[in-house]
């Protein structure tokens, strides 16, 4: 397990870079997140948030339990968007109104490295929507309102502060 990054973190701002090759080490950092997902009870995670800089993320089907694992995601058709509170195991209790698209498609890589395209609708188009922004240094804090941060602004304080300890 990995500790999770949280806000004020430089890695989470980053780009990050496509995976080349599926190798040990693609594997290593699946293999992280997955473990670092089931510890935290989230339902999803992306590859900055534990410090590592590529296009990887992996997401619990909410419907099945079942994790996902998605390499060089690309987000190829959205529709129907919806405003929804929104949360992030990299900023802990923080909630924003984010408006994301009720139903995705997404294509990828899995892990064997084998292309795919995957339908989702709902909270699991949500998450991925959200653990895609994360691959472009995209956070919830983007989509806040001035009210909102300024409603969180202690909370978010005291989140970057902690990383600092």
């Not at 990050?16 to 997140?33: A, D, F, Q, Y």
């Not at 968007?81 to 890589?109: A, M, N, Q, W, Y």
């Not at 653990?131 to 995209?138: A, P, Q, W």
């Amino acid at each position: 397990m990995k500790r999770i990054r949280t806000f004020g973190e430089p890695v989470l701002r980053t780009k990050c870079e496509p995976v080349r090759e599926i190798n040990e080490k693609v594997s290593g950092t699946v293999r992280l997140l997955k473990e670092t997902l089931v510890a935290s009870k989230g339902l999803g995670l992306a590859a900055p948030q534990i410090g590592i800089k590529k296009r990887v993320f992996v997401a619990r089907n909410p419907e099945t339990g079942k994790i996902l694992t998605l390499i060089n995601p690309l987000l190829v058709e959205k529709k129907e968007p919806v405003i929804d509170l929104e949360g992030c195991l990299s900023f802990p209790e923080v909630f924003f109104s984010i408006s994301r698209h009720s139903k995705v498609t997404v294509t990828g890589l899995d892990e064997r490295g084998r292309k795919f395209t995957i339908e989702a609708t709902g909270l699991l188009a949500r998450c991925f929507q959200h653990e895609c922004d994360h691959l472009d240094g995209i956070l919830i804090i983007d989509y806040a309102t001035e009210e909102e941060k300024s409603f969180w602004k202690e909370t978010l304080e005291k989140i970057a502060h902690r990383r600092k300890i």
